[in-house]
């Protein structure tokens, strides 16, 4: 069974049995302080089960797209670990509990295929319960049929869930599937977890645990205000089981990527995959690093994420990296991913039908940073032989620990990749230096991330001021102030009945006329203003949904609980606002016109008389490229395009050809933007002009790279535009009063400054070359006679760049007698730091003189080249003179 097709009958069962099916939430946890990544299907609905939000409905079922990265690293040395999954699920808020739940999930799983079912051998399931869960256990016996001894009892580490974290936790019952002897021996999950497959954990949902370690051992505060049921289905286990195959490695969604990968390299996948091998091929690690990594890369770039430095866009630049690496491992030196990308598209489009639709996106930023990637391996060979160079010279065998992190850590070097290339030189690598820094990045890494971590229940003030009083009354749209009430007000997260002049709290009002930061959008700025208080707004945010919250500066008076105030945006800045939110959208529109369709956005900010718009392309856009699109986006705004709203569907919508911003969770009821009808139409909560030609003049005033595969333009609209202009014009006519030129002759007589400029530095060039040539044959003829050897030691005069010595160097041995065996050496000093350069004639060499040496003999070791010529330095000025001593007397020698 396919499994495009398990999800269309999982989501079907639930659906036939009263369930709401939910789309899956966007892989990024934007919601959730504690998580880069959703990580398991119930984390969209932990709201609802801690009573903090009221779901619109009381039983729901999705199909969850998962990431979990803690151990990228493992991934890949067993056919069990992975990064991205899905998670069937379905859920009970408060409505049924036990008994339906446990029911449901036999149903499904034992159902026969012609009546809907998965089609599982029912004497060959086994459950699992929490240590005192009696009434699990008479459920699964007695209405079940299940027998006693196929029913385990297990302690909290297994069968106690929770997130790791103070929120909702549960006692949960596991069902394992028997794969028969050849996957291990008899005894059940106790005995042996790859014989007895978990695939689907039935979690009770009815407390609240507290502080305390992620497994057992944490305190539990209490019952949740009603029983939940939130149960996960592991796809792709459950894909295995149902195709007959042993691992999530080889089902129809990733099976292909590998026997690609395999054509491309010739190289053959399952040298190691009997069932009961303790440790896999190199090869074969390789091969599920490629499938695995390249499969959740599509997923990734799907929602939105793009290759970077830092938080997500860096755990993809990883996971990309390991895959592109691996493949190049496995003897595949081209670049792979227009090979590998398309394979894992057709994989997963039958059950993602979006990714298929917006390959062309995904794939740009995929093969940029595959090209990116190959590049820093270039520049990072290049570092790693200058250490490699630096470590002989010095005599030493072992590259540092530290030289192969900083490869690693700046350059995104693969350490494998720094041990094979140190080994094939004849060095070692400080394997445990290079760990011990990697777990101390780690540790800082955990440390500010649990620095960062807050439980649900830090928002608690806020569902409770949601719970009491009820959304916020939201007039942004509407009116620029409001007559409102203050129902909360809040100092560091807690309620407090009043604020003084000087503070700074946050306050929550009935009705605002405030717009909330979001979809790039920065909140509105304005003041509240009362019979006895005034305070200017600082922030608008919506920590959970539904609820505006102020954070404010009291300036004077006092700011008192239940207070009447008026909420007044400031208009000017609403304006602006207005201005850069809809000359964004018109920049965006112009992108796609000039440079195609794929030039879509990723991400983007805007604030009064400013916007960014990142999009995804790969190259630096020409000066005529940016023109056209400043062009096109004032055509817009000149021809005073109309700009409409309308709300519908989220399929209405995508029917009627808005685009989404990548990432982003939508309602079922959306605002959809236009400017212009279908020439700009995207789903928008942010404010707009009600024409186009109220933004004002757009002018661009940058373009630059963020990344493999992604751009940024930035542009200045309204009176912001002006002003930018206004710069630029003073700009030029101060150049052209300093030229003594007209303004449109500016360019010209900076072009011939410049050129002026270049002849000047060429000619004073030739003349040095003539100098230090005239210089060269003086030097010569002043060689002192060493046994058979003439030798020219010369001191350049100081502050002598490095070329220039080179070059007087080659020039005195030009200069030395031809036939008789002759040495030029020069040294300089410059920085503080002396440098060395020596060149042999031929009739030395056949005296077995070599540059190389003598220049190892003067600096004890250090110094490169060859017989012919050779240099080196790092020794303090103040040795320069000695150097010439120390090649003199290796000569005699």
């Not at 794939?363 to 391996?377: K, N, R």
Request: charged share 25%; with cysteine.
């Amino acid at each position: 069974m396919e499994t495009a097709e398990i999800q269309r009958r999982f989501l079907k069962f639930f659906e036939s049995n009263g369930h709401t099916v939910v789309p899956s939430a966007p892989l990024p946890a934007i919601e959730d302080p504690n998580l880069l990544f959703i990580n398991a299907g119930m984390v969209q609905f932990v709201p609802y089960f801690l009573g903090q939000a009221t779901p619109p409905w009381n039983r729901a079922t999705s199909i969850q797209k998962c990431l979990r990265t803690p151990d990228i690293d493992e991934v890949g040395k067993t056919s069990r670990h992975g990064t991205f999954f899905q998670m069937n699920g379905n859920f009970s808020f408060g409505d049924y509990f036990k008994e339906q739940a446990i029911r449901f999930a036999w149903d499904l799983s034992t159902g026969s295929v012609e009546s809907g079912g998965l089609g599982l051998d029912g004497d060959r399931i086994w459950a699992t319960v929490y240590l005192d869960d009696d009434e699990s256990i008479d459920i699964w016996h007695k209405q079940i049929g299940l027998p006693l001894d196929r029913i385990v009892r297990r302690g909290q580490v297994d069968n106690m869930w929770s997130m790791g974290i103070p929120g909702p936790c549960g006692p949960c019952s596991e069902l394992y599937y028997d794969r028969g002897p050849d996957y291990g021996p008899e005894g059940g999950p106790e005995v042996d977890e790859d014989r007895y497959l978990e695939f689907w954990n039935l979690v009770f949902m009815q407390q609240e645990r507290g502080e305390g370690p992620a497994k057992e051992n944490y305190e539990i505060l209490g019952d949740l205000p009603k029983k939940n049921i939130d149960t996960g289905m592991g796809m792709e286990r459950l894909a295995a089981l149902l195709q007959g195959v042993d691992n999530m490695y080889e089902i129809d969604q990733v099976r292909p990527l590998i026997d690609k990968t395999s054509e491309l390299t010739g190289r053959r996948y399952g040298v190691s995959t009997s069932h009961t091998a303790s440790e896999s091929h190199p090869d074969d690690v390789r091969f599920r690093i490629i499938a695995d990594h390249v499969r959740s890369s599509l997923m990734l770039i799907g929602d939105g994420i793009v290759p970077s430095n830092e938080g997500r866009g860096y755990v993809l630049r990883r996971i990309m990296r390991r895959a592109i690496r691996a493949v190049r491992l496995l003897g595949y030196d081209k670049p792979a991913m227009p090979e590998l990308l398309p394979v894992a598209r057709d994989c997963m489009a039958p059950a993602y039908p979006e990714l298929a639709e917006d390959f062309e996106r995904i794939s740009s930023y995929a093969y940029g940073e595959e090209e990116a990637f190959l590049s820093t391996l270039k520049h990072g060979t290049t570092i790693l032989d200058t250490a490699v160079t630096e470590t002989k010279r010095e005599g030493g065998r072992t590259l540092s620990g530290a030289k192969a992190f900083e490869l690693h850590d700046t350059y995104g070097f693969p350490i494998d990749l720094t041990l094979e290339m140190a080994s094939e030189q004849g060095l070692q690598v400080d394997e445990d230096g290079f760990r011990q820094l990697m777990a101390e990045q780690r540790r800082r890494a955990k440390a500010d991330a649990a620095a960062r971590k807050t439980s649900h229940a830090d928002l608690t003030a806020y569902w409770d001021l949601l719970s009491e009083h009820g959304p916020s009354d939201w007039r942004a749209y509407e009116t620029l102030d409001t007559e409102s009430r203050v129902v909360g007000l809040l100092s560091e997260g807690r309620p407090v009945p009043v604020a003084g002049a000087g503070q700074i709290v946050e306050v929550v009002l009935d009705r605002t006329p405030f717009y909330a930061e979001s979809g790039g959008q920065h909140a509105d700025a304005g003041v509240l203003t009362g019979s006895n208080v005034r305070a200017e707004v600082l922030d608008v945010q919506r920590p959970v949904k539904k609820l505006v919250v102020h954070q404010v500066r009291v300036l004077e008076g006092e700011l008192v609980l239940d207070d009447q105030v008026e909420a007044r945006v400031d208009p000017e800045w609403r304006l602006g606002a207005r201005q850069a939110h809809s000359g964004t959208h018109v920049v965006h529109a112009a992108l796609r016109e000039v440079l195609g369709p794929s030039a879509l956005q990723s991400g983007s900010f805007n604030r009064p008389g400013y916007l960014r718009l990142d999009f995804s392309w790969r190259s630096k856009l020409s000066e005529t490229a940016k023109s056209e699109i400043e062009d096109v986006s004032n055509r817009a705004v000149r021809e005073d395009l109309p700009v409409a709203v309308k709300y519908m569907t989220l399929p209405e919508a995508k029917e009627f050809g808005a685009l989404a911003l990548f990432g982003e969770t939508y309602d079922e009821t959306v605002r959809v933007v236009e400017i212009g009808g279908p020439w700009s139409r995207e789903l928008c909560g942010g404010t707009h002009v009600s024409h186009a030609s109220q933004i004002g003049p757009l002018v661009i005033t940058g373009e630059s790279s963020v990344g493999s595969g992604q751009r940024r333009v930035e542009a200045a609209t309204g009176i912001e535009a002006y002003r930018y202009l206004a710069r630029e014009r003073d700009l030029v006519s101060q150049i052209a009063e300093e030229l003594g030129a007209q303004r449109g002759d500016v360019i010209e007589r900076v072009r011939a400054l410049l050129q002026r400029s270049k002849d000047a530095e060429r000619e004073l060039a030739n003349l040095q070359a003539k100098m230090t040539s005239g210089r060269a044959a003086e030097y010569a003829g002043a060689a002192r006679q060493l046994g058979p050897v003439k030798f020219a030691g010369v001191k350049a005069p100081d502050g002598t760049k490095g070329g220039d010595v080179r070059q007087l160097a080659t020039q005195i041995r030009s200069h030395l007698p031809d036939g008789e065996p002759g040495v030029a050496a020069v040294v300089a000093a410059a920085g503080g730091k002396a440098s060395l350069v020596v060149a042999v004639n031929a009739a030395a060499k056949a005296r077995h003189v070599s540059a190389a040496e003598l220049v190892k003999a003067a600096l004890s070791g250090r110094g490169g080249g060859n017989e012919d010529i050779a240099q080196g330095g790092g020794v303090p000025a103040d040795q320069a003179d000695g150097l010439l001593d120390e090649i003199a007397r290796a000569i005699t020698e």
